[in-house]
């Protein structure tokens, strides 16, 4: 999987300049005379001032080099060491090219770095520094550290710099040497492949993907995609622009990582990201993008099993969760692989590092066991209600309902007792509007359903105050049953506004939820039928304010 070495191929610069053999001495002895000496004196100073962030200042430099006017130095390593300071300004640089014109050019002690390099790793760096050294050395622009990186995919591996002034840079960098942008280091990897790795923007990755076409789709010598990297360590918005870019990308796998394919990158890496949860997002995109995408396996291991295998801790163990959940609703079946006879479940889950993952998967196993028993799924209970009924109003995950509707397909059309079928209670009691989506896409026909009451599915999703699903099925199934009356002679707004279960009349959801009814429906307004007193249950709401219409 992805090395940190290779998300942050710079991260031992700073140990190295700190390691440097440059110890001040405590005192600056009267007995130092010669003139190597002398400069040692003057080059300890200079790189202990330049390293300090705390320190470093005009002022500060200034004083060293006057009191050591005479002295020839060549040894720049506190050059280096200022361009990698985050405190360092151009008057700095601007200075010292002044005294140490040949500092600019100067690779550091360990025969790999020009300051340049140095600059375009420092979060802090800016175009007019990166400007200054290029005129003090337009050599350095084109020159290779021994792994063959040149400054350009310093800056591409820098995920701290100002994103305004990281483009500029960007654009400076390829005008003074264009061939930059296809050039591969010794791991193959091109500047967009740092870029995508080091969290860049999509407009960044658009930059020098317009600059070198058709780089999205080369692999590093391990095999790597941009595509692979953004989904490990990138935005959502940077893995939607290089999957609209390359769509296939999708579908390719690394070999020297047994076969993993984006997917799989985005699982692992949660713990290299500094904010976990926005691995959920792009695992959700890319189950979402392709439906091929959740049969994807590593050595037969499905993704829910490589899912489960992680090893998580108190800082990336929700997002975890999420994306287990996320998996299993794209593709249930994977579960019954833990009923594959009377050991294997128990001696599978217990494997797993996280107790939360066991109770995860425990819990859904209930309703997988529930899908297996054909006459349990067949047979309705007293109220006529089948399994699934029974697990809609338990608002369970849509993997779940999934599993309940393989083992028994006709129980969506199934009425009870009362003449509710599942769309009714999915509508009323589902959390997601992901839930209703489903059932609706199996049979849009059951839109068109009635209780004993005459209650539609959007009388339903009111009565429960489900506002997302109320969105849902005003705008996607064209305001269905807006206007139709129950058998109360009550419209779904009524029901929304006599529903109990509002907790925030005065809340912007709710209030929306309001205006998307009466502007499905505008004619309500004149209807004289329409009470618009809020029944005595649900005058007022929790905090005692009493309810005003349009507020």
Known sequence: MLQDSAKQPYIGISTTLSASPRALPPHASSALTTENQLLKLLSDELFSLCLSSDSISEDGLREIIERHSNSNISNYQFFHAACFNVRVTEGIIRYLLEYFPDAASAIDENGQLRPLHFACINPNVTPNIVQLLIDAAPISVRSEDNIGRLPLHCLCSNDKVDEIAELEILKLLMQKFPEAIRHADNKGYLPIHRAAMASKSSEYCQVLIDAYPGSERIGAMDGMLPFHFACGYNTLATVEYLYKVYPDAINHTTPST??????????????????????????????????????????????????????????????????????????????????????????????????????????????????????????????????????????????????????????????????????????????????????????????????????????????????????????????????????????????????????????????????????????????????????????????????????
């Open 258 to 551: 047994n076969g993993h394919y984006p997917i799989h990158y985005a699982i692992s890496s949660m713990g290299g990201r500094d904010d976990p949860a926005a691995a959920v997002d792009v695992v959700q995109f890319l189950l979402d993008c392709d439906s091929a995408v959740k049969l994807q396996t590593i050595e037969e291991e499905s993704l829910l099993y490589y899912t489960c295998q992680r090893e998580y801790n108190d800082s990336n163990i929700l997002a975890g969760i999420e994306i287990i959940k996320i998996i299993y609703d794209a593709h249930p079946e994977t579960i019954e692989e833990y009923l594959n006879g009377p050991n294997i479940n128990a001696s599978n889950i217990q494997r797993y590092h996280h107790q939360q993952v066991q109770t995860f998967i425990n819990n859904k196993l209930f309703y997988a066991r529930q899908a297996k028993d054909h006459r349990l799924m067949m047979t309705p209970d007293g109220s006529g209600q089948l399994p699934l009924h029974r697990a809609l109003q338990s608002n369970v995950r849509l993997g779940s309902i999934k599993l309940l509707v393989k083992g028994n397909p006709s129980a969506i059309r199934n009425f009870d007792q009362s003449g509710v079928i599942p769309l009714h209670l999915a509508c009323r009691h589902d959390d997601s509007a992901t839930v209703v989506q489903y059932l609706v896409g199996l049979d849009a026909t059951t839109l068109d359903a009635v209780d004993k009451e005459g209650n539609t599915a959007l009388h339903y999703a009111c009565r429960g105050a489900k506002y997302e699903t109320i969105a849902m099925l005003l705008e996607t199934y064209n305001a269905v049953s807006v206007s139709r009356r129950n058998a109360r002679k009550k419209l779904p707004i009524d029901l929304l506004w006599e529903s109990n279960v509002v907790e925030d009349r005065d809340g912007i959801v709710h209030t929306e939820s309001v205006f998307r009814l009466l502007k499905a429906y505008p004619e309500i307004v004149m209807d004289s039928n329409m009470d618009m007193k809020q029944p005595a249950a649900a005058d007022a709401t929790q905090n005692g304010k009493k309810r005003k219409f349009g507020k």
